[in-house]
């Protein structure tokens, strides 16, 4: 009998855990304009619209995508700081993505396109297919000859692969990756993911975003509000920003990581090796406090040619409130303050009028 109830407490808590932190956490808003734009594969790739009371005239819209297993709630967390917000706010029609396996976009198990199996798709999909629908799409919605980028972590790196790929631009006016790498040469901090994505390359499916509700609650034990994002923000990222991943795309990290380098999976672009062809204007940010992160983004900024790029590193030396890790930079207490009005500057800059 004691045996029947420590199975039954073992099945139980996990399912009672996640229920109860869910009640408390999860994000009930309605997601509001919703677009899908078709991949020329077949899927569909969902688009967040923020549209702003008066778009200005002149200021080509922004496009925000998410990182590795992120999602476009990263852009607007709720109550916390909204990058997607801010830009609507200041009269900018924003398009919050959400790439291929997650969200409202073709999914296993989902609705919107034909049926996607996990570990079936890669970065190199991402580059391929999501961004040109995505981009092409809000140009024809939006009648704007070019769109901005912002990417964080993943997000900005598939810009660096779509500019190489596309050295016209591609329809980008200007593009902005936070804390994004751009090589893997120093790997010392990327040892973990080598090691432990090696025991799942097998797999097809990285449980991650299940991971993440379970110990979301734990979040509020943490040390996290040193690097200026509240405990319960990470909470509620826990519960509704990760998602699981394909491990087609973690191959490709394991990879690159493995490996020195960046490239697509067929090794005839080595990314990392390209950045002198990025013609598009490129501001790169990131802040002190991300562990791995700050060499391999300064890796880009350093390649890039021509006087229209930038480099912006966020440290308490240089004045910053906070050493912002790769979370709080996006979303952090004081990124409206510090981090939002650089990005606004530049895209302001590069806007047609």
């Not at 040892?191 to 432990?196: D, F, G, K, Y």
């Not at 990392?272 to 406090?289: C, D, F, Q, R, W």
């Not at 990124?335 to 009028?353: C, F, L, N, Q």
Request: proline share 6%; aromatic share 12%; net charge positive.
């Amino acid at each position: 009998m004691n045996i029947i109830v420590v199975i039954a407490g073992v099945i139980l808590f996990p399912i009672l855990w996640v229920s109860v932190a869910r009640l408390f956490l999860e994000y009930r808003e309605s997601p509001g304009e919703v677009h899908f734009a078709p991949t020329e594969d077949g899927y569909e790739i969902a688009l967040f619209r923020h549209r702003p009371s008066k778009i200005t005239p002149g200021r080509e819209p922004i496009i925000m995508c998410h990182g590795l297993t992120a999602n476009h709630l990263h852009y607007d967390p709720g109550s916390f700081s909204s990058l997607a917000k801010h830009f609507s706010q200041l009269g900018y029609d924003v398009f919050a993505i959400d790439l291929r396996g997650r969200g409202l976009s073709s999914k296993p198990n989902g609705r919107r396109g034909k049926p996607l199996e996990w570990g079936a798709w890669k970065f190199d999909d991402y580059v391929r297919f999501d961004l040109p629908a995505a981009i092409n799409y809000v140009r024809h919605l939006t009648g704007s000859k070019k769109i901005n980028w912002v990417g964080h972590s993943m997000g900005g790196m598939v810009i660096y692969a779509y500019l190489q790929e596309h050295p016209d631009g591609g329809g980008v006016k200007c593009a902005t990756a936070i804390a994004s790498p751009g090589s893997f040469t120093r790997t010392k901090g990327w040892m973990p993911m080598v090691r432990v994505g090696g025991l799942f390359l097998g797999a097809k499916r990285l449980y991650l975003g299940k991971l993440a509700r379970f110990f979301a609650p734990f979040a509020y034990l943490a040390p996290f509000e040193r690097f200026g994002v509240s405990r319960r923000t990470y909470a509620w990222l826990g519960i509704n920003g990760v998602n699981d991943v394909s491990m087609g795309v973690m191959r490709q990290f394991h990879h690159w990581v493995k490996n020195k380098n960046f490239c697509n999976s067929d090794g005839s672009m080595v990314y990392s090796e390209g950045y002198h062809n990025i013609k598009t204007p490129l501001l790169t940010m990131v802040g002190a406090g991300d562990p791995v992160v700050p060499a391999h983004i300064r890796y880009v900024a350093e390649r890039l040619e021509g006087d229209d790029h930038k480099h912006v590193f966020f440290s308490t030396r240089n004045g910053s409130k906070f050493n912002y890790d790769h979370v709080s930079i996006l979303m952090g207490e004081t990124a409206p303050t510090e981090v939002y009005p650089i990005i606004t500057d530049w895209i302001r800059k590069h806007s047609s009028v």
